[in-house]
């Protein structure tokens, strides 16, 4: 809809000195506006400028193991998988959901 906002990302770069190489991305998108390439144009906008930032060399960022599109669009950008941390999040209908680690370094 007209006025709102459809989605954002944001880059934060670590405050200690030995971290400033590394930038932890979070990727949001409007449920409503979802499958529209608004995550990729962001994670595209993003890639582009840590590429072009001689002071970022990796981009990392976490998401759902069973978010398979996330996961995807990711893997195109050329994300791979870092780790996993296995029953990270405890949903409040007691379920549990893994998160997976991924990055990407900058060229």
Not at 14 to 39: P, W, Y
Not at 60 to 77: H, K, R, T
Request: glycine residues 10%; charged residues 25%.
């Amino acid at each position: 809809p007209k006025g709102r906002v459809a989605g954002l990302v944001t880059a934060t770069v670590g405050g200690l000195e030995r971290m400033q190489h590394a930038a932890k991305l979070e990727v949001l998108v409007d449920a409503n506006c979802r499958g529209q390439g608004i995550g990729r144009a962001l994670m595209e906008a993003c890639c582009a400028w840590a590429d072009a930032e001689p002071s970022i060399e990796k981009l990392s960022l976490s998401v759902f193991a069973d978010n398979e599109p996330a996961i995807g669009l990711y893997q195109s950008l050329g994300f791979l998988e870092e780790g996993r941390r296995l029953r990270e999040y405890r949903m409040s209908d007691g379920s549990y959901r893994d998160d997976v680690l991924m990055y990407r370094f900058c060229v």
